[in-house]
């Protein structure tokens, strides 16, 4: 009965590979969120989907690539990965868009680039 | 400035104790707040969340806010060892984007 899932759990891999990281959720949410932890925990929105339409998209570098294909599905791609894309990424959800919605996270994505 | 800041700690409190969590922002036009337990290597769990001025009470947590002091806080009663973690304290804004502070840390000490 997991809410908000993501694979894998670690990803390892070499400088200038192409990564994806996939996030699901089954609470019937409309929205969903791409977030970055970096290694001073410090923890900064990156995307939003509302309806698999995109409303937030913060200054991230144009690697990132979101993309969701239905609203319980968001993946994140990341081409030519960096020392400095090092980080856990986390995905969550909330039932609409508005400032009056929890969020729910997932258990994270640790990657590790070498 | 940045936009939400939080006292890094650690905070160490007695098993026992109240652990008072502290949160200021800087956008006036705030209108929900949060509060997330980030134990080391999981995510962040919602413990509470606030959206008008005053108190919040649910069982051992209360939250209160002061809009005109740009201040919301996170009281910890009766606190126990399993509480030790780190508190993110988060703003919203615009489409739902949520603001985080860098966290403080507690330890509850047995």
């Avoid at chain 2, 919040?56 to 201040?71: H, I, P, V, W």
């Avoid at chain 2, 606190?79 to 966290?103: E, H, R």
Wanted: hydrophobic share 30%; aromatic share 12%.
């Amino acid at each position: 009965d997991t809410a908000v899932s993501q694979t894998p759990k670690y990803l390892v891999t070499q400088m200038g590979n192409d990564k994806s990281i996939k996030c699901e959720q089954n609470l019937g949410h409309d929205t969903m969120y791409w977030y970055k932890q970096d290694s001073k925990k410090f923890l900064k929105i990156m995307f939003s989907y509302n309806n698999k339409e995109l409303i937030i998209n913060e200054t991230v570098p144009n690697r990132f690539s979101p993309k969701s294909p239905d609203k319980a599905h968001l993946n994140l791609h990341i081409n030519s990965l960096e020392l400095g894309d090092s980080a856990v990424y986390f995905c969550a959800s909330s039932q609409a868009a508005s400032e009056y919605n929890e969020q729910f996270f997932g258990p994270g994505t640790r990657l590790t680039v070498l | 400035q940045k936009e939400v800041e939080q006292n890094s700690g650690p905070l160490s409190v007695p098993e026992g104790a109240i652990a008072s969590l502290n949160c200021t922002y800087s956008d006036r036009g705030s209108q929900s707040f949060f509060w997330y337990r980030q134990y080391s290597g999981k995510s962040p769990e919602l413990i509470m969340f606030i959206y008008s001025n005053g108190d919040k009470e649910d069982g051992r947590f209360t939250a209160q806010l002061n809009k005109a002091s740009q201040y919301v806080s996170l009281l910890i009663r009766d606190s126990q060892p399993s509480d030790s973690a780190t508190y993110l304290c988060a703003v919203n804004g615009y489409g739902n984007k949520l603001v985080f502070g860098a966290g403080t840390i507690l330890r509850v000490k047995s």
